[in-house]
């Protein structure tokens, strides 16, 4: 059964950066996916962040992409975000969430779930 | 960018009714590579629906997907107790791989 895990910070400053791990267990990082950060601020719908392929290509929400990195870390099997020069329209739950494909092709959605973890940009 | 539009924004029901959520895409969506996901408070969303139409692993058959050129629509055929929550669509087929603004199903 794969798992996925969300840790970090919980409170960030402002103009600060947000960093945050998904440690993923049950597959391995390597493994045929888009592997995805989505985040939702308190009360309102989702938003994708972006995402990172196994090969290392990213593709970013096009409202963020100046200030996010999504990265792999094979040794540890997990990925990390990081977005910078935080405000508190940043403060949101923070997802980790996977996209299976075969050859390319998707064969699903976004089918695993993080439990999410609540980051806070405040002074 | 694709935009998704879910409507209603609200949706109240009975248990035993049927409840139709429906998502209209600005642009053609590649592959019908459209979900739907399930959130109740305090939980992350559930994948239901992928494919437009497919029902994800242990999705009860109460719930179907169905597509009309741009327009999606995902049906609970007969509400349980457990369905009441909110309701998200997404296209993943392009990036950015866009969310619909969501449709809460309430208890009447």
């Known amino acids: 059964q794969v798992h996925l895990q969300e840790s970090g910070p919980g409170l960030v400053k402002p103009s600060g950066t947000l960093s945050l791990t998904c440690a993923v267990s049950?597959?391995?990082?390597?493994?045929?996916?888009?592997w995805s950060w989505v985040r939702q601020p308190p009360g309102k719908g989702l938003e994708w962040i972006g995402e990172i392929y196994h090969t290392g290509s990213t593709n970013y929400s096009p409202s963020l992409k100046s200030r996010v990195t999504i990265s792999l870390d094979k040794s540890k099997n997990q990925f990390s975000l990081k977005l910078n020069s935080v405000t508190a329209a940043d403060t949101a739950v923070y997802y980790c969430t996977r996209v299976p494909l075969v050859r390319g092709i998707f064969i699903t959605a976004l089918d695993c779930w993080g439990q999410g973890t609540l980051v806070t940009v405040s002074s | 960018e694709i935009v998704l539009t879910q409507s209603p924004g609200t949706l109240s029901l009975s248990p035993g009714e049927r409840a139709t959520l429906s998502c209209r895409a600005s642009?053609?969506?590649?592959?019908?590579?459209l979900g739907w996901y399930q959130q109740k408070p305090g939980q992350a969303p559930r994948l239901l629906i992928y494919?437009?139409?497919s029902r994800a692993t242990g999705i009860p058959d109460r719930f179907s997907g169905s597509e009309s050129g741009t327009d999606f629509t995902l049906t609970i055929s007969r509400l349980e107790p457990e369905d009441f929550a909110v309701y998200y669509c997404?296209?993943?087929?392009?990036?950015?791989?866009?969310f619909g603004q969501g449709t809460k199903v309430e208890i009447k």
């Open positions: 642009q053609s969506i590649s592959s019908s590579y």
């Open positions: 049950g597959d391995s990082i390597s493994s045929d996916y888009w």
């Open positions: 494919g437009a139409s």
């Open positions: 997404q296209q993943y087929g392009s990036s950015p791989r866009t």
